[in-house]
Nanobody, 118 residues
Framework: QVQLVESGGGLVQPGGSLRLSCYVSGSIFSIYSMGWYRQAPGKQRELVAGITATTAGTTIYVDSVKGRFTISRDNAKKTLYLQMTSLKPEDTAEYYC??????????WGQGTQVTVSS
């Protein structure tokens, strides 16, 4: 059974950094284009960053995080990463990982909470 396990969130001051991890068990991780999503209270879940399954690992980012967040993957470890720097209060949200495919998603994990506050 496929399971997504996100970790690495926490409370950080504005300007700080965090590295999120997402371990994908029970599936062939390397064939999936993957993404990090976030959902703030009262808002819809949005795609933050994505990375293709190809060797080149092409990446995409929502404008609000360009230059601050970096998505990467380690296929051998079946793990997706999101390095977040220069964090802002508006980055506060629950962060999730999943396939980039719009229609064929894996079961959502529990997410990891990121809170940016002084």
């Amino acid at each position: 059974q496929v399971q997504l396990v996100e970790s690495g969130g926490g409370l950080v001051q504005p300007g700080g950094s965090l590295r999120l991890s997402c371990y994908v068990s029970g599936s062939i991780f390397s064939i999936y284009s993957m993404g990090w999503y976030r959902q703030a209270p009262g808002k819809q879940r949005e795609l933050v960053a994505g990375i293709t399954a190809t060797t080149a690992g092409t990446t995409i980012y929502v404008d609000s995080v360009k230059g601050r967040f970096t998505i990467s993957r380690d296929n051998a470890k079946k793990t997706l990463y999101l390095q977040m720097t220069s964090l802002k209060p508006e980055d506060t949200a629950e962060y999730y990982c999943n396939r980039l495919d719009t229609y064929y998603k894996l079961p959502w994990g529990q997410g990891t909470q990121v809170t940016v506050s002084s």
